[in-house]
């Protein structure tokens, strides 16, 4: 059973940093590539980031490129999302995802298994 665990989420001030952690298990964690989504109040889900499984490339949405990084421990199979100059728009639940290709898709539909996502709450 796959299982995708997000934590490290919780309320900063607009400028601070969070570090969220995506924890994989049942899956071969190195064949996959990640990605990263959030979910903002009434809004709908959107792509934020992504690493590739081949060769650790990564991808960002232009609202969040130069203050976000991804990264990836593949003995650990963990993915990482630091989150710095965070803003109260990035306010979201932020979901990590999986898909089994070694391109990184802003389209959550080529994701095949989803976490439960994270709260992020950021006070102006």
């Known amino acids: 059973q796959v299982q995708l665990v997000e934590s490290g989420g919780g309320l900063v001030q607009a400028g601070g940093s969070l570090r969220l952690s995506c924890a994989a298990s049942g899956l071969t964690f190195s064949s996959y590539t990640m990605g990263w989504f959030r979910q903002g109040p009434g809004k709908d889900r959107e792509f934020v980031g992504g690493i590739s499984w081949s060769d650790d490339s990564t991808y960002y949405v232009d609202s969040v490129k130069g203050r976000f990084t991804i990264s990836r421990d593949n003995v650990k199979n963990t993915v990482y999302l630091q989150m710095n100059g965070l803003k109260p728009e990035d306010t979201a639940v932020y979901s990590c995802?999986?898909?089994?290709?070694?391109?990184?898709?802003?389209?959550?539909?080529?994701?095949?298994?989803w976490g439960q996502g994270t709260q992020v709450t950021v006070s102006s």
């Open positions: 995802a999986a898909r089994q290709h070694y391109l990184v898709s802003a389209t959550r539909f080529e994701y095949r298994f």
